[in-house]
């Protein structure tokens, strides 16, 4: 199977900067997107940033100058550099990939694996 494995949440104060990592890894044979969610208490979980291994990413408004997304595709791994926290970053992040897998002569794609998340908190 695939295991995302994310690291680098913590407790920040406001102004603060956080670089989050995401590392793939298992049964796969390409990755092709990688992304990063929230999920904040008692809110849907949303969108923060997307890059695919052509090198597009993409970012959600609320994060737009502050935030930077990354990937090293050798390593399987995204990053993500968060600069300027806010109070309201705080929440629960989550790596997001979309990738193929070989299951005997057939090829699968999807986008449904997840890591387990790791929590940011900005507070003063």
């Known amino acids: 199977q695939v295991q995302l494995v994310e690291s680098g949440g913590g407790l920040v104060q406001p102004g603060g900067s956080l670089r989050l990592s995401c590392a793939a890894s298992?049964?796969?044979?390409?990755?092709?997107?990688m992304s990063w969610y929230r999920q904040a208490p008692g809110k849907q979980r949303e969108l923060v940033a997307t890059?695919?291994?052509?090198?597009?990413?993409n970012y959600a408004d609320s994060v737009k100058g502050r935030f930077t997304i990354s990937g090293d595709n050798a390593k399987n791994t995204v990053y993500l550099q968060m600069n300027s926290l806010k109070p309201e970053d705080t929440a629960v992040y989550y790596c997001?990939?979309?990738?193929?897998?070989?299951?005997?002569?057939?090829?699968?794609?999807?986008?449904?694996?997840w890591g387990q998340g790791t929590q940011v908190t900005v507070s003063s």
């Open positions: 298992g049964s796969f044979s390409r990755v092709i997107t």
């Open positions: 890059i695919t291994t052509g090198g597009s990413t």
């Open positions: 997001n990939a979309g990738l193929w897998r070989k299951t005997g002569l057939a090829s699968t794609y999807s986008e449904d694996y």
